[in-house]
């Protein structure tokens, strides 16, 4: 792949980042080089890096033509959309709302998508001659070529069509959409320049791995906002949260135009003053953090040269058994805190089990056995266990030598995630009993949702003796090597199914006391699903055992691929 112009290179003429400037080559007498703007060379050379990621490789040609259709059609409709709500009498609120919303995901997005852009991280250009103001100029410059930027272009335009009336008001929209646009993209790049640092630790890389849970939580929340918004009298009930933002840039642009078609023109006057300000603000924010960071050494090479404390053996660490089950329990607790990816599974796991159960009582429609949702989703960390530990494994594996071994290595896996999820299920089960009132129900609830997680540590364990497969360890959303995605959804899809059936007995009887009208003594469901859940999860710990001492090359070599 033909890679970009070497920024040193094109950027050397003009140094100082002013136009009109000549430089001379090696210092001698040689003849006098036209020097070229610098927000022209940075524009040149944001087109050179999507010009060239797109060279060699179908699959991103596909993907970035695929999203620039996706994002011109749907801003279109959105643009039509919301110029269809011209006259009606709530557009105002919904227009600004959106604004605001846009504004936030601006700033938040390059937190989570950092490798998103390659040129949100100034920390490359910090060995160039470039002083920090021209440095801003041709950064934000560059930053209005993408989908994004015409995508919010779309909207704006859309958001200010719809309040724009009269002449004062058409006036007023000329200048809002820029300033939106040119508020949202400042104030990215101000976010992303003041956490770059971050962005490219690991900590940084864990955080973009969580963008998931957060979408998903957000996504619940907007479900939850939506359902309870119609049913308290639609889009009146927003409107003192809008009298609010209006005033908060850079949704004052927008606010802007609809004062100004209602006449108040000098409220107008005065949103339009605060969206400019903000705009300076931010700018200078920017600068500010830009100069920091060109002349701020990067604290991360500071911390090797720090004593490191012992670990190991203190603490809660201490309550484990000196022998292989205790090491295997505590390695396995370290990956959920260390391992990105295992963290943001296990997280996901756990704000979702919880989200779905709880959101849905809320709202009157939930039941308190969905609190088996959250004994489910954790469940799931049961499967592909050696693939976890990626090559890892391979240091595993030298101390399995018999079926003894591989059982008490599955054993304290599956202890280690019980420790967890046992108390977690108890504990959303409990919340979920205590919103819908339903107290009774708790036991046998419990009961259940004990029985589907040992059905499915069960089950989980034998899929990861006969269908182990490797966890890349590079990008963030690549679960799965490339070539073994049938073997994990096969060992995914049949664990499930056969949790389903092996923990039937007991949901056949929780469902039996309840069409039957025996409540009074559903509370035996308890002790039956906790029996129940150990003995499937010792039976599959004993049948997965033989197979990983069997297949442990094969299983090696399945989880060390990618």
Same mark, same amino acid.
């Given at each position: 792949m033909t890679s970009p112009a070497n920024p040193a290179s094109i950027v050397t003429p003009s140094a100082t980042g002013s136009a009109g400037t000549t430089g001379r080559a090696g210092g001698t007498g040689a003849s006098a080089v036209p020097a070229v703007p610098l927000t022209r060379i940075f524009v040149r050379l944001k087109l050179s890096l999507l010009r060239n990621g797109l060279k060699g490789s179908s699959k991103r040609k596909a993907a970035y033509f695929g999203t620039l259709a996706f994002? /011109?059609? #749907?801003?279109?409709? +959105? *643009? &039509?959309?919301? $110029?269809?709500?011209?006259? !009606?009498?709530?557009?105002? @609120?919904?227009?600004?709302?959106?604004?605001?919303?846009?504004?936030?995901?601006?700033?938040?997005?390059?937190?989570?998508?950092?490798?998103?852009?390659?040129?949100?991280?100034?920390?490359?250009?910090?060995?160039?001659?470039?002083?920090?103001?021209?440095?801003?100029?041709?950064?934000?410059?560059?930053?209005?070529?993408?989908?994004?930027?015409?995508?919010?272009?779309?909207?704006?335009?859309?958001?200010?069509?719809?309040?724009?009336?009269?002449?004062?008001?058409?006036?007023?929209?000329?200048?809002?959409?820029? /300033?939106? #646009?040119?508020?949202? +993209? *400042? &104030?990215?790049? $101000?976010?992303?320049?003041? !956490?770059?640092?971050?962005? @490219?630790?690991?900590?940084?890389?864990?955080?973009?791995?969580?963008?998931?849970?957060?979408?998903?939580?957000?996504?619940?929340?907007?479900?939850?906002?939506?359902?309870?918004?119609?049913?308290?009298?639609?889009?009146?009930?927003?409107?003192?949260?809008?009298?609010?933002?209006?005033?908060?840039?850079?949704?004052?642009?927008?606010?802007?135009?609809?004062?100004?078609?209602?006449?108040?023109?000098?409220?107008?006057?005065?949103?339009?003053?605060?969206?400019?300000?903000?705009?300076?603000?931010?700018?200078?924010?920017?600068?500010?953090s830009l100069t920091r960071l060109m002349v701020t050494p990067d604290g991360s090479t500071l911390a090797a040269a720090r004593p490191t404390k012992e670990r190991g053996g203190k603490g809660l660490w201490s309550l484990l058994s000196a022998d292989r089950t205790g090491a295997a329990v505590q390695r396995t607790l370290r990956y959920v805190v260390r391992d990105p990816k295992t963290k943001a599974s296990w997280v996901t796991a756990l704000a979702i089990g919880l989200i779905v159960p709880l959101f849905n009582a809320l709202q009157g429609t939930g039941s308190v056995y969905l609190g088996s949702f959250g004994?489910?989703?954790?469940?799931?960390?049961?499967?592909?266990?050696?693939?976890?530990?990626?090559?890892?494994?391979?240091?595993?594996?030298?101390?399995?030598?018999?079926?003894?071994?591989?059982?008490?290595?599955?054993?304290?896996?599956?202890?280690?995630?019980?420790?967890?999820?046992?108390?977690?299920?108890?504990?959303?089960?409990?919340?979920?009993?205590?919103?819908?009132?339903?107290?009774?129900?708790?036991?046998?609830?419990?009961?259940?949702?004990?029985?589907?997680?040992?059905?499915?540590?069960?089950?989980?364990?034998?899929?990861?003796a006969r269908f182990p497969y490797s966890i890349p360890s590079d990008g963030a959303f690549k679960n799965v090597a490339p070539g073994q995605g049938g073997l994990a959804w096969a060992g995914i899809f049949a664990g499930l199914l056969v949790s389903a059936v092996v923990s039937a007995p007991v949901i056949a009887l929780a469902i039996w006391l309840n069409v039957a009208e025996h409540r009074d003594i559903s509370w035996i469901v308890l002790p039956a699903g906790m029996a129940w859940g150990l003995l499937a999860a010792w039976a599959g710990l004993r049948l997965a055992a033989p197979t990983v001492a069997r297949k442990l090359p094969e299983i090696l070599g399945a989880v060390s691929k990618g």
């Open positions: 994002a /011109l059609v #749907v801003g279109f409709f +959105v *643009t &039509l959309g919301l $110029a269809l709500l011209h006259g !009606n009498a709530h557009a105002g @609120t919904v227009v600004v709302l959106l604004a605001s919303i846009l504004a936030l995901g601006w700033a938040f997005m390059p937190l989570f998508f950092p490798a998103g852009d390659e040129t949100l991280d100034p920390s490359r250009l910090v060995m160039l001659p470039l002083r920090p103001r021209a440095l801003v100029r041709a950064l934000l410059a560059s930053s209005l070529v993408g989908i994004g930027p015409l995508f919010t272009l779309c909207l704006a335009v859309g958001s200010v069509v719809a309040v724009a009336r009269g002449a004062a008001g058409a006036a007023a929209a000329v200048l809002a959409a820029p /300033l939106l #646009v040119l508020g949202c +993209v *400042t &104030l990215a790049r $101000a976010v992303a320049t003041a !956490n770059v640092r971050l962005l @490219t630790s690991r900590k940084g890389r864990d955080l973009a791995l969580l963008s998931g849970l957060l979408i998903a939580v957000g996504a619940q929340l907007a479900n939850f906002a939506g359902q309870s918004l119609f049913q308290s009298g639609g889009l009146s009930t927003l409107e003192p949260v809008e009298a609010v933002v209006r005033w908060l840039p850079p949704a004052t642009a927008v606010g802007m135009v609809d004062s100004a078609s209602e006449g108040a023109y000098g409220v107008a006057a005065a949103q339009l003053a605060l969206t400019v300000a903000a705009v300076v603000a931010l700018l200078w924010f920017w600068e500010r004994a489910g989703m954790l469940g799931m960390q049961m499967y592909n266990q050696f693939g976890q530990d990626t090559s890892a494994f391979w240091m595993v594996a030298q101390t399995i030598s018999k079926t003894h071994d591989a059982y008490v290595e599955l054993r304290a896996r599956a202890f280690a995630l019980a420790l967890v999820t046992v108390p977690y299920t108890v504990l959303v089960t409990a919340v979920t009993a205590a919103v819908l009132g339903d107290w009774s129900g708790l036991p046998a609830a419990t009961g259940v949702a004990l029985a589907l997680l040992g059905s499915m540590l069960c089950t989980g364990a034998l899929a990861s």
